[in-house]
């Protein structure tokens, strides 16, 4: 069997472009800058007119889609959404209308190249399009906003870069103040697998040996790393000692974003991957819209003296708290019950429907409020926000689910985050999660006031300090 194939090389001012012909489009894509058709695509797209989008998706809830429109249909970008390829098409300001490409009428295609039907042009016109096309990328500024992010391909030409990427996590893992924050869920072959509770045994296995590590935090486990003189993060698996055969590769639970050679990069899911402009400048403007709904309030601080005050209430009612309980949250949600009025839900599951799902951890019956409470950094707000999430969908299909504990109505989703560092509290006491690392929470907290909203609720997050531990 054969196969005729070639390329057309362009050279213009530094750039080098390649005109593929048949299964050359396969060799080129190896090597080309994967960015280049989007980045044309953001500068003359229609996004009033566009065809066919594709596109993969970094969060929780939607893994990939591919969506044809109906004509003059308006397309918005969702959060997490990385755009894989496009059809549309094209618009020009008046001042190109003697582009060649002006007058293209179907719809352009466009990935990690622009694909052009070429049957109607000469060659000579076809050369005239590359030279358009390189004209308007080094002088037009982008009209629309394409969001991507690519997964860095494990191949022979990528092991430097992973390596160097590799070496970067490893050092902030051990690293006194790091940014890494660990997973408290990720998905594996259908499974949820939780962060393991805090009275089990934690052991990391490197080089085949198995270590014995205090708790599941990243001082704990940065610690040991440096003790063990570990060299390649890649080799390192975390497991609990219940379970005898299950290891997870410590990637997929790191939560960490870097830039490296001025370009960003991140882990999803234990793979590299690297996101573009659009796609950080699309996460900055929809963080926005989560500051709004946010605000800080001192009377929901965490000290050790109203701690012990909820633990006293705690253990004086045994039929009605469960005295056992030793994790602060469930003392402090007692505690804001009494003080506020309000009706405590923590560890009481829906009673005519879903029977093993905790809706919330307090109920304000004034604001009519849903409320999940959290004590601690990323990972464990990452947790919170899932949980909000999960409740409010659930009571939206099933609005009588818990009428048992007096509760008719809910119009607000709320959210506290007692945080233990000065990050996101602002100076003049404003809330500002663009301050926050972690690209999975951004996304996440962007979805669950998308997904709020949507279903008819009031969103709202109040921010307060837990002072037992707090680091300015």
Known sequence: MESTYGMILIEVDEYLYAISLGRAHSIANNFADIEFGFDIAEIIHDSEKIDVKSAKFFKQSKNKSLTQ??????????????????????????????????????????????KI?????????????????????NNEDK?????????????????????????????????????????????????????????EKIEIVYASKRHPINSYTIESIGGKLKEIECEDISKVSIKTISEKDKRISLLKMVDFSTNLRNKDYCLFK??????????IDYIASEIKKVNQISSYNEAYSLTDDILEAGRKIQLSNPKKYDGGVKYAEYPFNIYLEDKHQYTLLDRKKGQLFYKNVEFADLYDDKQKSLIHLKIGETSSLRYCIQQSLHSAELYNSQGNVLNPYGINEIKKISMIFIVTTSNLIGKEKQIDFSKNASIYFKIEIIEWLTTVRSLGFTPEIIVAKDLRVFKK
Do not use: C
């Open 69 to 114: 429109y109906n004509r003059n249909s308006y397309v918005t970008t969702e959060i997490g959404e990385s755009h894989e390829m496009l059809i549309s098409k094209i618009v020009f300001p008046p001042k190109y209308s003697q582009f060649v490409l002006s007058k293209y009428e179907e719809g352009l295609k466009f990935g990690s190249t622009v």
């Open 117 to 137: 039907n070429v049957r109607t042009y000469k060659p000579q016109e076809i050369i005239e399009i590359v030279a358009e096309l390189h004209y308007l990328l």
């Open 143 to 199: 009209t629309g906003s394409l969001p991507r992010m690519n997964f860095v391909k494990n191949n022979e030409d990528n092991k430097p870069l992973i390596s160097d990427l590799n070496s970067e996590l490893l050092k902030e893992l051990k690293a006194e103040d790091s940014k890494v924050s660990l997973s408290y869920f990720m998905e594996d072959d259908g499974d949820i697998i939780i962060r393991p509770a805090n009275d």
């Open 270 to 279: 234990g793979r590299w991957a690297s996101f573009n402009k659009s796609y």
